[in-house]
């Protein structure tokens, strides 16, 4: 099997809020293959990482209960700490759910935690080990 990702569908308590969620606060543009039941989003490179489920609700502020923390997190990441103060801001001020204000993490990053409107979380960091191409891509 090829190391990829196609495609990752979050399930959504209510598919029209959810849609201006991510078209409103994130400024992201359905597909023209989206329907009245399923909404598609076109995305660039990803990675996919495995951290233990107790430290990643730690890192992001949450009990690992299944209350509030489904055991992964979605990652946006941006070139400079600044970037992050920035975008984290610039979320909140359209509505978006601020779990963690931006700080610095103990593996040499800089980060802020997100929810969606189904509390999908959104890590918005700065990794300075993580080189991206001008899109943002991943570069290995």
């Given at each position: 099997?090829?190391?990829?990702?196609t495609?990752?569908?979050?399930?959504?308590?209510?598919?029209?809020?959810?849609?201006?969620?991510?078209?409103?606060v994130?400024?992201?543009?359905?597909?023209?293959?989206?329907?009245?039941?399923?909404?598609?989003?076109?995305?660039?490179?990803?990675?996919?990482?495995?951290?233990?489920?107790?430290?990643?609700?730690?890192?992001?502020?949450?009990?690992?209960?299944?209350?509030?923390?489904?055991?992964?997190?979605?990652?946006?990441?941006?070139?400079?700490?600044?970037?992050?103060?920035?975008?984290?801001?610039?979320?909140?001020?359209?509505?978006?759910?601020?779990?963690?204000?931006?700080?610095?993490?103990?593996?040499?990053?800089?980060?802020?935690?997100?929810?969606?409107p189904?509390?999908?979380?959104?890590?918005?960091?700065?990794?300075?080990?993580?080189?991206?191409?001008e899109?943002?891509?991943?570069?290995s």
């Amino acid at each position: 099997m090829e190391q990829r990702i196609t495609l990752i569908t979050l399930g959504v308590r209510n598919l029209q809020r959810s849609r201006e969620f991510y078209q409103q606060v994130f400024g992201w543009q359905p597909l023209e293959s989206s329907t009245e039941s399923i909404i598609f989003f076109q995305l660039n490179g990803l990675q996919l990482a495995l951290f233990p489920q107790e430290s990643l609700a730690d890192d992001a502020g949450l009990e690992a209960d299944g209350k509030g923390f489904k055991s992964f997190s979605l990652a946006y990441d941006v070139r400079s700490e600044k970037e992050v103060d920035d975008l984290v801001a610039a979320l909140a001020g359209k509505g978006a759910r601020v779990l963690k204000q931006p700080e610095k993490v103990f593996w040499g990053g800089y980060s802020s935690y997100i929810a969606d409107p189904d509390d999908n979380l959104w890590e918005i960091a700065y990794n300075p080990f993580l080189p991206m191409d001008e899109k943002g891509n991943v570069l290995s």
